[in-house]
Nanobody, 124 residues
């Protein structure tokens, strides 16, 4: 059974940092792009960042470019370093994986596997 399990969420003050991790199991994800989406209360889920299967290509939402960094640690782990956090970054962050490209992963419809999510709260 495939599982994506996120960790690292929590409460942080504006300007602070958090590092999210996602551990995938149940199969090898060496051919999969992986990434992160988030959903704030009352809002639709949105793309945050993605990384290609070989760690060569990354994509970011405009709202996090320059503050967030996505990386892979082996085939089945993806991390999201979040710096200079803002209250508008408050959301449930979910890990995702797709056999499609990291570029196409900007659309949630291309995601094959989802994690259950971890809450990030940024206080003002």
């Amino acid at each position: 059974q495939v599982q994506l399990v996120e960790s690292g969420g929590g409460l942080v003050q504006t300007g602070g940092s958090l590092r999210l991790s996602c551990a995938a199991s149940g199969r090898t994800f060496s051919s999969y792009a992986m990434g992160w989406f988030r959903q704030a209360p009352g809002k639709e889920r949105e793309f945050v960042a993605s990384v290609s299967y070989n760690n060569y290509n990354t994509y970011y939402a405009d709202s996090v470019t320059g503050r967030f960094t996505i990386s892979r640690d082996g085939a089945n782990t993806v991390n999201l370093q979040m710096n200079n956090l803002k209250p508008e970054d408050t959301a449930v962050y979910s890990c995702a994986a797709t056999i499609a490209t990291s570029r196409s992963m900007r659309s949630s419809s291309r995601v094959d596997y989802w994690g259950q999510g971890t809450l990030v709260t940024v206080s003002s």
